[in-house]
């Protein structure tokens, strides 16, 4: 295996490790029922840098870790805005991993300890440098400390450092382009296939374009076509026998899919709540799925197996 084989494996088993650290990924939808805001203005605030947003294959995810029930962590805003670093996957590495500046915590959990002016001081010390070349992460001489911070391009090589580096250097010293960062490092070297194959275990393949996999329809035209009351929908949205999702802050959408002869599919509500967001339930019920019979969720509870849908869904954070 060449090193740029290495490198690309190791980085992306580092991308799910630092998932799982996050807590998880929301969608945007889900950050925006988070922060009573309309879903385009969440978008202009990861534009604008003051949220961390990673990008998948299935667009832009936000860690979980910088939010609380009631909004943001204080003070990550202000910290991001003293980055330079503008990559995402590096600016959720920096977030989460220990710093000795910090007595061993990470600036997101001195952030929560109220050290506002200590992350700062710490975000600061990367002002200068240029957070589109590598990765380097502290660790014992022998591993590959290197993690390329973007795609390899062929057609711009970039500098790679080896081994272990000090924080302490000199803000001037010609040593561009590399970020130094103090923690654990990259953990166990595996192969290409290994990181292939761990990544396989924690993703599941969506090639639909419409991840929804249904007509969203607004509440007055559900009741419409359901020809129940308001009171009812809201009701079975209140008990988590439906799943909606919000529009903007004012109102909210239905998959129609999951009603079947004017009522809720029976099940919804017990699979549900084993995902922490309605979009994330929904998503994984529209996805066809090896523990039902290679069908949608969705489609195996119209059919009667609830008990096998449940079963899958009491899993399906094992594999996240």
């Keep these: 295996m060449s090193l740029v084989d290495e490198l690309i494996a190791a980085g992306e088993v580092r991308k799910a490790e630092l998932v799982e650290l996050a807590g998880g990924l929301y969608m945007p939808s ?41 909004g943001i962590v204080t003070g990550l805003p202000e910290v991001l805005a003293m980055m330079a670093i503008r990559h995402d996957w590096m600016r959720l590495e920096w977030l989460l991993v220990p710093d000795e500046a910090l007595e061993g915590l990470s600036p997101l959990e001195a952030l929560k300890a ?48 080896h081994g272990p580096q000090s924080l302490n250097r000199p803000l001037d010293d010609t040593r561009k382009g590399v970020l130094v960062m103090k923690g654990s490092g990259l953990g166990p070297l595996v192969s290409l296939e290994e990181g292939k194959a761990l990544l396989d275990e924690i993703t599941v393949d969506d090639d639909s374009t419409d991840w929804a996999a249904s007509e969203l329809l607004t509440a007055d035209r559900m009741v419409e076509e359901l020809s129940i009351s308001a ?23 239905y998959p129609a899919r999951q009603f079947e002869h004017s009522r809720p599919i029976e099940g919804l509500d017990r699979v549900a709540g084993y995902f922490p967001s309605p979009e994330e339930a929904w998503e994984w019920l529209v996805t066809p799925n090896q523990y039902t019979d290679s069908a949608a969720p969705i489609d195996r509870l119209r059919s009667g197996h609830i008990e096998e849908v449940v079963r899958a869904a009491e899993g399906a954070n094992d594999y996240q």
């Design 231 to 253: 009171a009812t929908l809201d009701l079975w949205r209140d008990n988590g026998t439906v799943i909606a999702f919000r529009k903007d802050a004012h109102e909210l959408v």
């Design 114 to 161: 109220g050290r506002l002016e200590d992350v700062i001081d710490i975000a600061r010390d990367h002002e200068e440098q240029d957070p589109t070349q590598v990765l380097s992460t502290e660790d014992t001489s022998g591993d590959i400390t290197t993690l390329l911070a973007d795609d390899l391009d062929d057609e711009a090589p970039r500098e790679v450092e």
């Design 30 to 70: 889900y950050v925006a029922a988070i922060l009573k805001v309309p879903e385009q203005l969440v978008e202009q605030r990861r534009k604008a840098g003051e949220l961390i947003a990673v990008e998948t294959g299935q667009g832009y995810r936000y860690p979980a870790c910088q939010f609380t029930p009631h």
